[in-house]
């Protein structure tokens, strides 16, 4: 069930993102003392009472069109605006009323949304209703004096807030699938988000950082729900200067370790890259399910062999990811757009697949049987006794032997094959964790211990 959504609206600089932290209880919204932080939309879900609602942050608002992005901003505010339930327009208490609040309180009243003046950094209590009773003028209703970093005020904003959203009753479990759109900058991350959601969703240009925040959308396609989460361009450390970009950077990392599917975008104009293959090891790290994207496909001559080509250059490059599929994909034209989350719902069931030990141990003595553990010079040969999947989200499977140093990189290879070669495990990464016999005899009392194999 989508929920009704709460925009937030302002100029630059007057506090959203970090209003947006303080309602939704988190610090996922970039706050740094530089305007225009933020640029797309982001949405944050949050309640208050008995009310359950997302929150979305906008860009800062700016009537002048000398910067190329500002007009870009103030249509994805209006978007942000147009599907909202009600708007809560962020001043500056501190600076007090500018010319600026009054052009854009004259925008919003065009609008068909109502709208509540929230008047921010007024830390006094004392003087809060003095600072936010110069807001009056703008003709909106009771101007709420609150301070987003330290909660004052909020509550009693949020009060009159949610008097314009539904109560919705009966919240099932969750069973959205979080979907980060990852890769470098300018590989067509946010055209991607674009075609999937089906609008101009995010912010598309040639400029190298056009999107700075962790971009979350909600898509749904046959009664299964996505978040999508599209991300800065991750560049290489060294070139990243502290500021906007140092942050963005970290809100694409944490929005991997959040997601159960990567969209890992590669430009196929470039190949894969020394830095996309750094940034294929953190996924791997990280334990997410990965589905290859390749994109800029239009931009390639082509005959009949050059996707097998392009195809086989990829997967040499990406050796230790496999076992994820590769889509050679136009996010401008749409090319093959519509099998991505497909894909993704593959990747997904097998990221939280769990199965049975009895199966685990079959394909275990299978494997030994075509293939007996290695033998070291003094003749002692290693012994797998049994196996247990312990988690998922990625499959996780320990192995109980009698001296995990008996067992080298490739049998560990080829024991990782055989569980791949029969119980699949598309997409995900899986890990493999060698436990010794004296770990063997801590557990041996253990009433949940398998049958050895």
Request: charged share 25%.
């Amino acid at each position: 069930m989508k929920l009704p959504i709460i925009a937030v609206i302002g100029r630059p600089n007057v506090g959203k993102s970090t209003l947006v932290n303080r309602i939704a209880g988190d610090q996922q919204a970039i706050v740094h003392d530089q305007p225009g932080i933020t640029r797309d939309r982001t949405y944050r879900p949050g309640f208050w009472q008995d009310r359950n609602f997302q929150i979305v942050d906008t860009g800062g608002i700016v009537f002048d069109d000398e910067e190329a992005f500002l007009p870009l901003i103030r249509e994805q505010a209006a978007i942000a605006l147009n599907e909202a339930a009600v708007g809560i327009f962020v001043v500056d208490g501190k600076n007090g009323l500018s010319a600026a609040d009054i052009e854009i309180a004259e925008w919003l009243r065009k609008q068909t949304v109502p709208i509540v003046v929230a008047v921010n950094k007024c830390e006094s209590i004392d003087q809060g209703y003095v600072q936010a009773a110069e807001f009056w003028e703008l003709g909106m209703g009771e101007p709420f004096p609150i301070s987003a970093i330290h909660g004052s005020g909020t509550g009693d904003m949020l009060d009159q807030v949610i008097e314009h959203i539904p109560a919705i009753d009966n919240l099932t479990e969750d069973t959205t699938i979080n979907v980060a759109i990852i890769g470098r900058p300018n590989v067509g991350k946010s055209s991607l988000l674009n075609a999937l959601t089906g609008e101009q969703r995010a912010i598309v240009s040639p400029i190298s950082g056009t999107t700075r925040d962790a971009i979350d959308t909600l898509v749904e396609r046959n009664g299964q729900q996505y978040r999508l989460i599209d991300t800065a361009g991750i560049r290489r450390k060294k070139n990243v200067d502290y500021g906007a970009e140092f942050f963005s950077i970290n809100r694409a990392f944490k929005a991997i370790r959040r997601s159960d599917v990567v969209l890992f975008v590669v430009d196929v104009l470039d190949g894969a890259t020394e830095q996309d293959l750094k940034l294929a090891g953190r996924i791997i790290d990280e334990g997410r399910a990965v589905v290859v994207i390749a994109n800029k496909w239009d931009a390639i001559e082509k005959d009949t062999y050059t996707i097998n080509e392009y195809k086989k250059e990829l997967q040499a490059r990406l050796f230790f990811m496999e076992w994820a599929d590769i889509l050679f994909i136009s996010a401008q034209t749409g090319q093959r757009v519509n099998k991505i989350l497909d894909l993704v719902d593959q990747a997904a069931e097998s990221h939280r697949r769990r199965v049975s030990t009895s199966v685990i141990n079959e394909v275990i003595q299978e494997a030994v049987t075509w293939h007996s553990p290695p033998t070291n010079r003094q003749g002692r040969q290693g012994k797998i006794y049994y196996g247990t999947q312990v988690r998922n989200q990625p499959p996780t499977i320990s192995l109980f032997v009698n001296d995990p140093k008996r067992f080298n990189d490739n049998y560990r290879r080829y024991i990782e094959k055989q569980f791949r070669k029969d119980l699949a495990f598309p997409g995900t990464p899986i890990r493999l964790v060698w436990r010794g016999k004296k770990v063997r005899e801590i557990e041996r009392g253990s009433s949940n211990r398998a049958t050895k194999v």
